[in-house]
C-alpha cells in the first residue's frame, strides 16, 4: 500500500465546492424543475433527494441495481417506489468531470432536460468547482471480456490500459446513417468534444408520444429534431456525427452507476440504456472477470510495466 505522502490531489475523490441551482423542464414529463447540485461525503456517490415526496421516501441513491426503467431514459427508485428519471446527461457530466459524490436535489419525479446535452451541467461543475476529500478514488480494472447482447445489439467491456468507448449506430435514416466513433474519454475530451452533444429523435415519434402523454417536454429546444431525411432545427447539427457522440454521452451516464471509474474498454453496437445496464449488471455480478483497487496504483502500476518494456 502507497504511503500518504505519495499521493496527490487527483487521487483523492472530489465532491462540489458549493451548491448551485439550476431551472428547466422534464422532458418526458414537461413538469418545471428546480434542482439543487451539492456537495457530498467521500464515497456516498451520487444520491437524488425528492423535495415533492415525505422525507422518508424522498431518497433515491443512484446505483446501477436501483434501476428499475430504462425505456427512453435511465430511471432509479428506492424502496418505497420513488422515482427520478432522465438522469444519464448529468450522471456523464459529473462523473467524467471529476465529480465523484454529489446530492442531487430537486422537485421534481426527472432531471431536467435543459438543451438535450450534458453542457450545461459541465458548466455549472465549473462554477462552482470541485473539492478534494479524504477517500482515494477506485477503480475496477476489467480482467476478461464480458458481453451482453439483445435483438441485434451489443455491449461489451473489455481489457484495456484506460478508459475508452467503440460505439456504432445504425439508422435507416439518411441524416444518421452509420457512424461510429472510437475515443479516450477524459475530462477535457468529454467537455471539448462529447458534452454539447444533444439528444435526438424523429418527429413523427415525437407526435406519437405527445399523444400517449409522453416526453411532454420535448421540442426543438432540447433535441435534435429529424423529419423526411432532414434536421428540423434551424440551427443545424453541433457536430457531423452528433448522434453516435451523443449515444458514448448516454452510456458514460449509465456506466457511472457502476459507482467506480472503468479501466477497460467499451463497445457498444446499437446499444442503449437497457443494454448498458446488463451490461454493468452482468459485470457487477461476475466478479471473477474485475477488481478493485485504488486508481493511483493501477496508474503506477502501469506506468512500471511500461517503463519495463521500453527498458527491454
Not at 182 to 195: M, T
Not at 237 to 257: C, M, P, Q, T, Y
Not at 280 to 287: A, D, G, P, S
Not at 304 to 311: E, K, R, T, V
Request: proline share 3%; aromatic share 6%; glycine share 8%.
Amino acid at each position: 500500500m502507497l504511503s500518504n505522502s505519495q499521493y496527490s490531489a487527483s487521487d483523492y475523490q472530489h465532491t462540489l465546492k458549493d451548491s448551485v441551482t439550476i431551472i428547466g423542464r422534464g422532458l418526458h414529463s414537461g413538469l418545471r424543475v428546480i434542482m439543487t447540485l451539492m456537495p457530498a461525503e467521500a464515497n456516498s456517490g451520487y444520491v437524488f433527494m425528492r423535495r415533492d415526496v415525505t422525507p422518508l421516501r424522498a431518497e433515491v441513491p443512484a446505483r446501477w441495481n436501483t434501476v428499475v426503467d430504462t425505456r427512453l431514459s435511465t430511471t432509479v427508485a428506492n424502496a418505497f417506489g420513488t422515482r427520478v428519471s432522465t438522469i444519464e446527461h448529468l450522471l456523464a457530466a459529473l462523473s467524467t468531470c471529476g465529480v465523484h459524490n454529489a446530492r442531487i436535489v430537486l422537485d421534481a419525479p426527472e432531471v431536467p432536460i435543459m438543451d438535450g446535452s450534458a453542457a450545461p451541467f459541465v458548466g455549472l461543475i465549473d462554477m462552482v468547482g470541485r473539492e478534494s476529500q479524504a477517500a482515494l478514488i477506485q477503480a475496477i480494472i476489467i480482467d476478461k471480456p464480458l458481453i451482453v447482447v439483445g435483438q441485434g445489439k451489443h455491449a461489451s467491456l473489455l481489457p484495456a490500459a484506460e478508459f475508452s468507448v467503440d460505439m456504432s449506430i445504425d439508422f435507416d435514416d439518411s441524416v444518421i446513417g452509420q457512424q461510429t466513433m472510437d475515443i479516450k474519454v477524459d475530462e477535457a475530451i468529454f467537455s471539448e468534444q462529447l458534452a454539447a452533444a444533444r439528444t435526438f429523435g424523429f418527429q413523427e415519434q415525437l407526435d406519437t408520444l405527445h399523444k400517449l402523454d409522453l416526453a411532454k417536454g420535448g421540442g426543438l429546444n432540447n433535441a435534435v429534431l429529424i423529419k423526411d431525411n432532414k434536421v428540423l432545427n434551424e440551427e443545424g447539427l453541433r457536430f457531423k456525427d452528433e448522434f453516435v457522440r451523443h449515444k458514448i454521452l448516454d452510456a458514460l451516464g449509465d456506466i457511472s452507476l457502476v459507482g467506480a471509474s472503468i479501466i477497460g474498454k467499451f463497445i457498444g453496437r446499437r446499444s442503449g440504456h437497457q443494454l448498458n445496464n446488463q451490461l454493468i449488471r452482468t459485470l457487477m455480478n461476475n466478479e471473477e472477470c474485475w477488481h478493485c483497487v485504488p486508481l493511483v496504483e493501477h496508474r503506477r502500476q502501469n506506468q512500471q510495466m511500461q517503463w519495463f518494456a521500453s527498458d527491454s
